[in-house]
């Protein structure tokens, strides 16, 4: 047979199929993508924001470990005092906190505190220690509680802290 006599009509392919609009299994993939991009930086965020308090954690019981081993109260509280203010410094790098010494140095302890379960204040007898001993050789011979000065440094170190309030701001800028 003839294909002119037969009269058929030739094929004609379908239009090509376009990009667009997608699938909807690539919609899935793409936000399942955007998803685990930023739950994976708010991991590292995370992470990294824990880091600090990681390290404070580490310091703080080797603090206790030494302080175990030699009892010299002096150097416990040299030690504390020191890893408070670099804590300070670390948690409001925003504030003027190296520059406040004496009693406005306890008072912006206080006032950060935002869970002390202890009832011991900074402002207190036991907090004075931390004044003085940075100065003091470690051979001074000091006499306080030394469970209630780690236990105070303690809640302090792992307590959510506060936002300094601004007459506090204000004092430390002067400092």
């Not at 006599?5 to 090509?16: F, G, S, V």
């Not at 190296?98 to 912006?108: F, Q, V």
């Amino acid at each position: 047979m003839n294909e002119q006599t037969l009269n058929l009509r030739d094929i004609h392919l379908p239009e090509p199929i376009s990009w667009w609009p997608l699938a909807p299994g690539w919609w899935i993939l793409f936000v399942s993508l955007v998803v685990i991009i930023t739950a994976l930086y708010i991991a590292k965020k995370i992470y990294q924001s824990r880091q600090l308090s990681r390290e404070i954690t580490s310091e703080l019981d080797d603090i206790k470990k030494e302080f175990a081993a030699t009892q010299n109260k002096s150097q416990l509280a040299k030690a504390l005092s020191i890893l408070l203010r670099r804590a300070c410094i670390t948690y409001y790098p925003e504030n003027n906190i190296a520059g406040l010494t004496g009693e406005n140095w306890l008072e912006y302890l206080d006032a950060t505190f935002a869970s002390n379960k202890t009832q011991i204040k900074f402002q207190d007898p036991i907090g004075h220690i931390l004044l003085d001993a940075p100065y003091l050789p470690d051979e001074t011979a000091l006499n306080y509680d030394d469970q209630a000065l780690i236990q105070l440094c303690e809640s302090w170190l792992g307590s959510a802290h506060k936002k300094m309030p601004k007459y506090l701001s204000s004092q430390a800028q002067k400092s």
